[in-house]
């Protein structure tokens, strides 16, 4: 939800934001190493028009969006790490937000593209910060296994 409480806002603004030119990873406390896997309290994508920041809340382990840019004190430059120097240039085409099935809203999906590439970004908060996932087509996944 937005501050005001309307996700739909959103929505409908970021069909005319343009292309991706930034993304923060952002926490409430700051973090030495991010290893492997690493996990944020807070992402914010940034567009040539728009922001949508997308944050968990840790009182129920669900996600706020907003437009307002980062709101967490230790930020992150993502946007030349891989592989989210791939999503840059890329506009958004769908967005949803996700409710488990408990009824909380616990996750974000963000589908982003430009010419010839599609990539899906799914969002979920779990134990207070947010998992970044890449989808893919069940097609892929297939291929995967069979090879």
Avoid at 33 to 53: H, K, M, S, W
Avoid at 71 to 99: C, F, K
Avoid at 116 to 126: D, M
Wanted: net charge negative.
């Amino acid at each position: 939800m937005t501050a005001d409480g309307n996700q739909l806002d959103i929505a409908a603004q970021a069909e005319g934001w343009g292309s991706l030119v930034a993304v923060l990873g952002c926490r409430e406390l700051g973090s030495e190493d991010d290893g492997d896997n690493p996990r944020y309290d807070e992402f914010v994508f940034r567009f040539e028009r728009g922001t949508i920041t997308v944050t968990a809340m840790p009182d129920d382990d669900t996600v706020r969006l907003s437009n307002q840019g980062p709101t967490l004190p230790h930020r992150r430059d993502l946007t030349a790490i891989e592989p989210w120097d791939r999503l840059v240039g890329s506009g958004v085409l769908w967005m949803w937000t996700l409710t488990n099935q408990k009824g909380y809203q616990d996750g974000f999906q963000l589908e982003l593209g430009r010419p010839g590439f599609v990539w899906s970004l799914q969002l979920t908060c779990e134990a207070s910060s947010l998992s970044a996932q890449a989808l893919t087509s069940l097609g892929s996944l297939t291929n995967l296994l069979a090879h």
